[in-house]
């Protein structure tokens, strides 16, 4: 029955939002929730654990074929992740994190090893998947592909804010620099890069609320 389960492809740069409008159009569903980006986040973690080089893609693969993670939320719904039982949340987040993330992601290897593990998110009722490649290469046939966009500087805004919110601080220029380095290897990567499928729909989220972005999803998801 696995197989049948629909799955929502959200695909986007980093600050589009995805994460945000993934979360509520999973919840609004009632269905499952794919942050894709956190395994990659997550093999830059435990390689930095275990000292593992980023250069060295066998090491790397091994990393993600054995990455021992949960996926939960606090009493307040707020997410939590452990990594071999011990709490990631903060660390997963961290613009540092980020940049070892897109690095680790550039691997084919690793992206090979993530494969299975991600489409086993894909079950009953349904499944809101998001990241870089989901209506690319892990669900290809997705019955709903989005891709989020948002112009260079209100992402850079809201990452800003995203960080400040959790204590983090960060420089607004300095983010604006990591986010367009960041762009630019996930987009020019030969293995996955980031663009549209040829069947998404394009979405800008510039100058738009959440809750208007979350309600055109569930519109087009309901048209179908
Ligand atoms: O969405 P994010 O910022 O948490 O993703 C972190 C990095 O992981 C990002 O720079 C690119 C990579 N990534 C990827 O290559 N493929 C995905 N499906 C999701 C993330």
């Known amino acids: 029955m696995t197989e049948s389960a629909p799955v929502i492809a959200i695909d986007g740069p980093s600050g589009s939002g995805k994460g945000t409008i993934a979360r509520r159009v999973a919840d609004a569903l009632g269905w499952h929730l794919l942050d894709s980006g956190a395994l990659y986040r997550l093999v830059a973690l435990a390689a930095e654990k275990s000292g593992a080089s980023l250069h060295d893609p066998e090491v790397l693969a091994q990393v993600a074929r054995t990455l021992d993670v949960e996926f939960d939320s606090n009493e307040d719904g707020a997410e939590r992740i452990r990594l071999s039982g011990k709490d990631v949340t903060l660390d997963v ?8 993330a897109s690095a680790v992601a550039a691997i084919p290897a690793v992206r090979t090893a993530l494969l299975e593990r991600q489409r086993g998110f894909q079950q009953p009722p349904g499944l809101v998947a998001d990241g870089r490649d989901m209506g690319t290469q892990v669900f290809p046939d997705a019955r709903h592909k989005i891709f989020l966009t948002a112009s260079a500087e209100e992402r850079a805004r809201r990452r800003h804010k995203q960080l400040k919110d959790k204590g983090l601080d960060v420089s607004l220029a300095a983010l604006s620099r990591d986010i367009e380095d960041r762009d630019r290897r996930d987009s020019e990567r030969s293995v996955a890069p980031l663009r ?29």
């Open 196 to 224: 549209p499928a040829e069947d998404a729909r394009i979405l800008d989220s510039s100058g738009r609320s959440i809750e208007a972005v979350t309600q055109t999803v569930l519109d087009w998801v309901a048209e179908r």
């Open 93 to 100: 987040r961290t613009e540092e994190t980020g940049a070892r």
